[in-house]
């Protein structure tokens, strides 16, 4: 029930009516509820957005004559400045306990996108001294399959950090499974606890999931601004959109959530400082959805079909880059921009376990 609701029966309850009364009102607040509420799988409705492949200026666009050329964020930049850092402290930590942080990763099936964030994940695991283990599993695997090899490396002390590469084959009880990961190893931060202590003020997850951090850690080392300003997260995903509010209103932005069903996005996106993409649909965020001078964080990355490119197909972000870079002041490129710094994250959180997990300062 609504802290409005509670109110207003509290104030009932005490000035205006005897018990019996009191008691009939919250029986009629009650069942008004039920009638009023649907359930909640009801209200669990896909997100699904029209996707446009095309990024064609619109002549109001082209004939603006706004050259303005927004800062571009260089993810890769970053990352390889703290990637030298996390190589710094595995060394320390291999000298003075002669043991490395351990990731395990579990991936099942054959997903393109899949295997190659997979592979990224492992060579930066290389690169900077962690050692990583890999467990791939056949599509049609079953929950248990999943879950023994969760379970396998929760026991592994030379794990300190588990990842399920999400998304699951459609038959597979992702909640069961992601349920399955010892806490202190959830260096993904998805783990129900996790993402529950991310949302409750005053509380602490032990791990942040790592596109969210990457896009709050490209922010404050570009020197933008978070507290007070107007944020707005395009997507409510429980990897990207959902946790990267709740990070925003951890920094103390005022934040609004734009998804599938919500009226005039464009209109909401244009008042805000921030604005962050993760819809996952190519060029859905034109040039007249920002606001001049605002800060542009895309983490789309969408494959687009194009036979010049070795793998016959490309990344593209939420972002029409051509039109937002004359309108932003700071943009994040797809590729090179959100991507390196999630996988640096994860190192982040890797090395973190294993200093928390080896009691190593
Ligand atoms: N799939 C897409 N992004 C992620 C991520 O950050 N972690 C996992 N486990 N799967 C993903």
């Known amino acids: 029930m609504s802290f409005v609701a509670l109110t207003w029966m509290n104030c009932i309850r005490r000035h205006l009516l005897p018990k019996a009364r009191f008691l009939h009102t919250l029986q009629v607040l009650q069942s008004e509820q039920i009638l009023m509420s649907p359930s909640l799988a009801s209200l669990d409705l896909p997100d699904i957005w029209t996707p446009n492949y095309s990024c064609q200026s619109s002549p109001a666009i082209l004939k603006s004559g706004n050259e303005q050329t927004a ?27 002669g043991k490395v942080p351990g990731l395990a990763v579990i991936l099942v099936g054959q997903r393109k996108d899949s295997l190659t964030y997979v592979r990224n994940k492992i060579i930066a695991c290389e690169e900077v001294g962690i050692k990583s283990l890999v467990t791939e599993l056949p599509t049609d695997c079953a929950d248990a399959d999943v879950q023994n090899a969760v379970m396998r490396f929760n026991k592994d002390p030379s794990v300190h950090g ?11 009880d992702e909640e069961k499974i992601l349920d399955a990961l010892c806490l202190e190893k959830d260096v993904d931060g998805f783990h129900p606890l996790n993402m529950g202590n991310l949302a409750l003020r005053g509380r602490e997850p032990l791990f942040t999931p790592c596109t969210p951090k990457a896009c709050i850690e490209l922010l404050i080392r570009s020197g933008v601004k978070i507290m007070g300003k107007k944020a707005v997260v395009i997507g409510r995903s429980n990897i990207v959109g959902l946790p990267t509010s709740l990070l925003l209103q951890r920094h103390h932005a005022t934040v609004t959530i734009i998804h599938a069903f919500t009226e005039n996005p464009e209109q909401i996106t244009s008042k805000a400082d921030i604005v962050v993409s993760a819809a996952g649909v190519p060029n859905l965020v034109r040039g007249n959805w920002i606001k001049s001078g605002a800060t542009v964080i895309d983490v789309g990355t969408s494959p687009v079909e194009d036979l010049s490119c070795e793998e016959g197909y490309r990344l593209v972000g939420d972002v029409c880059y051509e039109e937002v870079v004359k309108v932003a002041s700071v943009i994040t490129p797809v590729p090179g921009g959100v991507g390196p710094m999630t996988v640096t994250m994860l190192l982040v959180n890797t090395l973190d376990s294993a200093k928390r997990m080896l009691n190593f300062t």
């Open 71 to 97: 800062m571009v964020l260089d993810g890769k930049l970053m990352s390889t400045e703290i990637r030298s850092k996390i190589a710094d402290q595995v060394r320390q930590m291999k000298k003075c306990l």
């Open 162 to 172: 588990i990842l399920v590469q999400l998304p699951l084959p459609q038959h597979l």
